[in-house]
């Protein structure tokens, strides 16, 4: 079956640094676009970068623009999120995201906690 498993979540202080991973199995990795989304308790779950599948072309949110970077390895079948200059606000559960380019359905991973003390 489908599994996305996250990893490289923590707790850093502001201004530091985290790198998170996304390892897919079960799956085309090349069909599907790539994203990371984060959630904190009471908040609707906030897209915060896309990667797209052959090209690589990446989008962020305002939020995190400049300062986090996704890639990915598609050899590796893995997804990547760069999360520098950390921020209390950048507090939350990440989770990793597989969305199709052509037909059938999304998947989600379990999630990490990134925690950042001020």
């Known amino acids: 079956q489908v599994q996305l498993v996250e990893s490289g979540g923590g707790l850093v202080q502001t201004g530091g640094s985290l790198r998170l991973s996304c390892e897919a199995s079960?799956?085309?990795?090349?069909?599907?676009?790539m994203r990371w989304y984060r959630q904190t308790p009471g908040k609707e779950r906030e897209l915060v970068a896309t990667?797209?599948?052959?090209?690589?072309?990446?989008n962020y949110a305002d939020t995190v623009k400049g300062r986090f970077t996704v890639s990915r390895v598609n050899a590796k079948n893995t997804v990547y999120l760069q999360m520098n200059s950390l921020k209390p606000e950048d507090t939350a559960m990440y989770y990793c995201?597989?969305?199709?380019?052509?037909?059938?359905?999304?998947?989600w991973g379990q999630g990490t906690q990134v925690t950042v003390s001020s």
């Open positions: 995201n597989a969305e199709p380019l052509y037909y059938g359905r999304e998947y």
């Open positions: 990667i797209s599948s052959t090209v690589g072309s990446t």
């Open positions: 079960g799956l085309i990795f090349l069909n599907y676009a």
